[in-house]
RNA sequence: GACCCGAUAGCUCAGCUGGACAGAGCAGCGGCUUCCUAAGCCGUCGGUCGCAGGUUCGAAUCCUGUUCGGGUCGCCA
């Protein structure tokens, strides 16, 4: 097994792989030796990256190893060096000692920065000729297919902080995986449809003005809609009259379908004003009432297969013990939103094939998901485990959840124009005479706040600050476009083009293999953040290598007389900024030549 | 009441398939610009990893209990 391994496998996956191949391929050989040479059925060993500069570029814990084969650690310690020193990875290696317990080993430099340079060059042709994703494009997806459901506002509601997160967390995620080689089917699941409805239309016709309507749309709505919960908190009755409108609109009243489709109109066009701003786009904008007429298949699937029973005058399907019936269909005989979901559901595994259905959707709709998953699973459709909702922390407020209902609710254009209003001033402040000044400002901006809200793990809740949304030192967005301007203009003051003509050697130098080392896991961090569905991962390993060129830039002259010295860095800095933007925009960020 | 998620530096968060002295950014303090953009860099200060047990050679990481915060629990989505 060994010997089949070749020095420069990782060139195989030609998108900076680099320090992750050298990783599992150094594992699997050892692992392989220990296994014939002990006589054992399983040996695990662990490579992994020292935080320490002192102790090598990777390291073994032999003490590990030692216990599992029975063997003093300085006999296993040894014995693992000379399977190293006479394995085919050998000259990856520039020395390789015990310490303590560990197996430090030494990357030669030289080598690893040339096979990360490898890889950079065939990612730049495969750019170049427009195959693939783009730049250093991975094929772990290939020929498979994702449905991706996000942003999927509820119409009439006013575009909250709570969408954008599932806007712009579903949009980088679909650039993720479509980075890795899947066919991505984006999908806006408006909320064009249920009870809510019956609630505006009610509120309309009581104290609505179609005059103010016209004339501000959204806003007019919202108001009718908080308007209808202050009442109807006095007057509980209009909740059933709600009801009793909406299953009408159910079954066709003209009248609440032509207010239904007016509605549904103004708000989509006020939507459509926030995904050119954020430039998202989606393949298919069929939102629930789309799914009106696919829904009576779905309960008469489930009646037939006997799973649908009655309940207090509604249509459940019983869960057991584990988790609350589902809800399919209203005593009044309306539906309900796992009905629509499920419709949602079949159709788009009739109309995309997919291999995996994501939902990026609150945390707080955990259970929903859950009892969706079950109802597919009890109806024997083996795909119930391709579903997955790609859950998102609440955007709270002092602490609280954000509420439609009782108006409390940030709107998002109001967060980008105060992001873009900040970077113009910010502009105007450090370089007033920048061309084109409204544009780029618009791209830091809107930016920074999808960075603000990418960098954080997905999951953990999100507390509203504007001021923290909106500031740009440090860990944010502008700190990255910045980053790449500065290169830009390093390499533009020098003419720069990319030969390949790299002196390897000089690479060796501690501030200049730390950022080697970090564009070898580009790779491998794609992968994870698409695979784990987490943007966060891309946005902390964009900010490390980002930090690390200004560490170096702070330190390096560039702009140095030795020629061969002058364009190693050159070549150097240009990796960085091509990692820096294609990252950024896999994040749906903006990039920038000049700032 | 039940279930789910979270708790790491003053603040915002990484780290969580167990590994060598726990890391960033912000805030504070002290520096850096005759030279490639100071939206930057360097240094410094700062932590009983909520608490208590347990498993382990080794626990922020795994298990149990507990406290606090948030979410959810059939006719909203």
Not at 372 to 383: E, H, I, N, Q
Not at 553 to 571: Q, S
Request: a negative charge; charged letters at 25%; proline letters at 3%.
């Amino acid at each position: 097994m060994g010997s089949e391994v070749r020095i420069y496998f990782f060139y195989e996956k030609g998108c900076f792989y680099m320090i992750d191949s050298i990783k599992t391929n150094l594992k699997a050989v050892l692992e392989t030796a220990l296994r014939t040479a002990n006589d054992l059925s399983e040996v695990n060993v662990v490579v992994e990256e020292p935080k320490r500069a002192n102790q090598g570029d990777l390291s073994i814990p032999v003490f590990m190893i030692a216990k599992t084969i029975g063997k003093p650690l300085p006999e296993t310690a040894a014995h693992l060096q000379e399977l190293i020193r006479s394995s085919d990875l050998a000259p990856l290696f520039s020395s390789v000692a015990p310490l303590g317990g560990f197996l430090n080993l030494s990357l030669d430099k030289a080598a690893v920065a040339q096979g990360v340079f490898r890889d950079f060059e065939a990612a730049l042709s495969e750019a170049k000729a427009g195959e693939g994703n783009g730049f250093g494009s991975l094929s772990i997806g290939a020929g498979q297919t994702v449905v991706i459901d996000y942003s999927s506002p509820n119409i009439a509601k006013p575009f909250s902080v709570g969408h954008l997160r599932s806007t712009i967390i579903g949009q980088a995620i679909g650039n993720l995986l479509a980075k890795c080689g899947f066919r991505v089917v984006r999908i806006n699941h408006l909320g064009d449809w249920g009870t809510q409805f019956g609630k505006i239309i009610y509120a309309y016709k009581h104290f609505g003005d179609e005059e103010k309507v016209r004339q501000n749309p959204i806003n007019e709505l919202v108001k009718l809609y908080v308007e209808f919960h202050e009442m109807a908190k006095e007057n509980p009755a209009m909740e059933d009259e709600a009801r009793r409108i909406f299953n009408e609109l159910e079954q066709g009243n003209p009248e609440y379908l032509r207010l239904w489709s007016w509605f549904r109109e103004v708000s989509l066009e006020d939507y459509m004003k926030v995904y050119e701003l954020l430039d998202v786009r989606f393949d298919s904008y069929n939102g629930e009432a789309f799914y009106n007429d696919k829904m009576q298949p779905v309960i008469d699937q489930l009646a037939t297969q006997g799973l649908l029973k009655e309940d207090q005058g509604a249509m459940i399907v019983d869960l057991g013990e584990d988790l609350p019936p589902a809800l399919i269909q209203k005593s009044d005989g309306s539906t309900l939103y796992i009905t629509r979901d499920l419709a949602a559901l079949f159709f788009r595994k009739r109309e995309y094939h997919f291999d995996k259905a994501l939902y990026v959707v609150g945390n707080e709709q955990k259970l929903h998901f859950e009892q969706l998953k079950a109802v597919v699973r009890k109806m024997g459709f083996p795909f119930w485990k391709d579903i997955e909702h790609v859950n998102f922390g609440l955007v709270l407020q002092d602490g609280k959840k954000m509420s439609t209902r009782k108006g409390k609710v940030v709107r998002l254009a109001d967060v980008l124009n105060e992001a873009i209003e900040l970077s113009r001033q910010t502009i105007e402040d450090k370089n007033p005479d920048l061309e084109g000044k409204a544009e780029i400002a618009r791209k830091i901006g809107v930016s920074a706040v999808i960075f603000n809200d990418l960098k954080n793990y997905r999951a953990n809740d999100f507390e509203f600050n504007l001021e923290e949304m909106v500031k740009f030192e440090g860990q944010t967005g502008p700190y990255l476009q910045y980053t790449s301007v500065r290169i830009t203009s390093i390499l533009n003051a020098d003419d720069f083009h990319y030969d390949g003509n790299v002196d390897y050697s000089l690479l060796s130098q501690e501030v200049f293999f730390d950022i080697i080392k970090a564009a070898g896991d580009y790779g491998k961090t794609i992968e994870r953040a698409a695979l784990e569905a987490s943007p966060s991962i891309l946005a902390k390993y964009l900010l490390n290598i980002a930090s690390l060129f200004n560490s170096f830039y702070g330190r390096e002259r560039i702009a140095v007389e030795d020629l061969r010295e002058r364009r190693t860095k050159e070549h150097l800095i240009y990796l960085v900024r091509e990692i820096l933007d294609d990252g950024m925009r896999l994040l749906g960020m903006k990039t920038i030549e000049r700032m």
